[in-house]
């Protein structure tokens, strides 16, 4: 074959001439007319030609297809060729994008197409243009690289067509992911006699194939927690900035049996799907293991600092306290507040907290925390689980065990528990599934399976905020159980109902679509700056508005209240508070009497691209 080297995009390809294919033009309508010098074709059609290899019977592949350009039928033959390291076939369409060097006129650039006999297609300045070969051209690729070598022509780029790889989302075959019915409940668990309520699962399979994708490998989620097996196959290829608050080092303390948590939380989050064994709700995730939970202070401000600091998106923590004696204090507090509100540069990192397995009447004093997703646990029959911690923080739930339990990894060195019968430990049924995987459940299952969703829904949209996150995940849920254990769409039990990680993708991916403009004014607005106008009067803590930005600087208070009020001709409430030791200004828009007022200007407000939400006024006095 013969070579070519040609420039390309932005680099070179290096061509070779298929000794077997050509690309033909013809009049005829059916391949069969074709049969006496067609012997199969490849592709019917590849930049307007179509790919086929010829009956040569010995000839030579230039010597064949000059034969067939002869042919009445045969508007245009042309070469066929093969990119160095690729198997794909590349075939020149016959426009050549040039560009001449500065300061060559019209006239000499007519001098350099009549030589090679190209017509122009396009003028698209005074020195490009997109010309076509004609009959009496040589081949397109030859004449671009003939064109190359003149000294008026800056670039000549043949327009070359080759088969594109389709991306067909394919859902992962892992071995066990049958067992896994909180990512898809079909009714039943394979190899059992169990029946399950179908349905009744976190319908991350359905997120999966809208995404048409199992999550982006952009997307770090933290487990803080204790007993990592980050050997563990499901583990091991994702591991990413490992950190362990005991020994302040990157190696992780690994074989202790009394620490063995922090492997089927993580696994439930974001194992790999690599055909065997389980997968995560967030498969493509990259998984920051931060080791050594700790009461401490100054632990925990390590370990949130440590997801800020190195790009956590996501910070799953199973893990807390009910201990009256040992409620949540002001550095704790500011600490999670500081990952919520810096993370990911600004947006905040997305923080779950498992409610608690107590069945309190109250939440995890982390749980409950105002920045955090506190997540609760549902059954495989799309029921409330009975030792699921209740009260007014719960966002969502998520399936877990209390019927049938979930399928996670387990470290190397977990010894199990002792079932009285028990020949295997791991397995509710005892029926052994290998000794990587255990059964498992709480509140522990449901918090990272709620962090995998969360990282799917940044993948669809990775411009959200956490605090959208968490609006997204609480809006989209589903409602389970009663009716009438919800009020005003809030259960203690339940949250805002089971999490629907489908519905989720699909808002976010809604909101990515619309492309809003931010809410807030960049901090660069320099405060104070400009004349503005306005009256001050106290606002009684009454009634509900429209809240549409927080803000630090008082400047952009101004600038984006003069915005809002002139848009939408309403009143603008300024909130005054303290947020993790620092003043922020909350703009409210409107004041009414009734939520449904507000919920009418915040309709009006969201179809302006603005993020907002109703609010009520009594909670901001």
């Known amino acids: 074959m013969s070579k070519l080297t040609i420039k390309s995009g932005k680099g070179e390809l290096s061509l070779k001439k298929s000794n077997s294919l050509v690309g033909l033009k013809t009049t005829t309508e059916k391949p069969s007319d074709q049969e006496d010098y067609v012997e199969s074709e490849l592709r019917s059609n590849l930049g307007g030609f179509q790919v086929v290899s010829l009956r040569k019977e010995g000839e030579d592949i230039d010597s064949k297809l000059d034969e067939v ?111 896994q019915w909180h990512l898809r409940n079909n009714g039943n668990v394979p190899g059992t006699n169990y029946r399950l309520r179908q349905g009744a699962d976190a319908k991350v399979a359905d997120a999966w194939r809208r995404l048409g994708a199992l999550g982006s490998e952009r997307v770090v989620i933290a487990i803080i927690d204790n007993g990592f097996d980050i050997n563990h196959p499901d583990l091991r290829t994702k591991v990413f900035r490992p950190f362990d608050l005991w020994n302040q080092s990157p190696n992780l303390s690994m074989g202790d049996p009394r620490f063995t948590h922090g492997t089927p939380c993580a ?69 999670i507040t500081r990952a919520a509100t810096k993370g990911r540069n600004g947006k905040g990192c997305v923080i779950l907290f498992a409610t608690g397995n107590d069945d309190f009447d109250f939440v995890n004093f982390y749980a409950a925390h105002p920045d955090v997703i506190a997540v609760g646990a549902s059954t495989s029959q799309d029921t409330y689980a009975s030792y699921s911690n209740r009260g007014r923080e719960v966002a969502v739930v998520a399936p877990s065990n209390g019927d049938w339990p979930i399928l996670a990894a387990r470290a190397s060195w977990d010894e199990g ?186 309709e009006k407000v969201k179809a302006a691209g603005i993020s907002s939400f109703p609010a009520d006024l009594s909670k901001l006095g």
């Open 417 to 602: 528990i002792s079932w009285e019968t028990g020949v295997y430990k791991y397995y509710r049924d005892g029926q052994d599934r290998g000794p990587l995987y255990k059964h498992f459940g709480g509140t522990s299952s449901s918090t990272p399976l709620v962090a995998g969703v969360c990282a799917l829904i940044l993948t669809a949209n990775p411009d959200l905020t956490a605090r959208e996150v968490k609006e997204i995940l609480q809006s989209t849920a589903d409602k389970i159980g009663a009716p009438s254990e919800y009020n005003g769409g809030h259960s203690p039990k339940y949250g805002y109902g089971r999490v629907n990680a489908d519905r989720a993708v699909a808002e976010a991916l809604r909101r990515r679509e619309k492309q809003p403009e931010p809410a807030e004014v960049e901090e660069t607005v320099t405060s104070g700056q400009g004349l503005f106008r306005f009256s001050v009067q106290r606002q009684p803590s009454a009634g509900w508005g429209v809240q549409a930005g927080v803000y630090k600087d008082y400047g952009n208070v101004l600038i984006q209240a003069e915005k809002l009020q002139s848009q939408f001709n309403q009143p603008v409430i300024v909130n005054i508070n303290q947020l993790g030791g620092e003043t922020v200004y909350k703009v409210i828009l409107g004041a009414f009497g009734s939520l449904a007022e507000a919920k009418q200007l915040h």
């Open 267 to 335: 696994s439930v989050a974001l194992a790999v799907s690599n055909g065997r064994g389980i997968v995560g709700a967030a498969p493509n995730a990259m998984f920051m293991p931060i080791s050594g939970t700790s009461f401490s202070n100054r632990a925990t401000e390590q370990m949130f600092d440590y997801c800020i600091d190195n790009g956590a998106d996501i910070i799953s923590c199973s893990w807390g306290t009910t201990d009256p004696s040992f409620s949540l204090g002001s550095i704790k507090s500011e600490a």
């Open 69 to 179: 350009r002869q042919r009445d039928e045969v508007e245009v033959g042309t070469h066929v060729y093969y990119a160095e390291g690729s198997n794909k076939p590349l075939i020149a369409t016959g426009d050549i994008y040039i560009t001449f060097e500065d300061g060559v006129s019209e006239s000499e650039q007519a001098i350099v197409l009549e030589e090679y006999h190209l017509e122009v297609v396009e003028r698209r300045g005074s020195n490009r243009i997109v010309a076509r070969v004609t009959p009496r051209s040589p081949n397109p690729i030859k004449v671009a690289y003939m064109l190359q070598q003149i000294s008026l022509v800056k670039l000549a780029e043949p327009d070359l067509d080759t088969i594109l790889d389709e991306y067909e989302f394919r859902e992962p075959t892992d071995d066990l992911i049958g067992q």
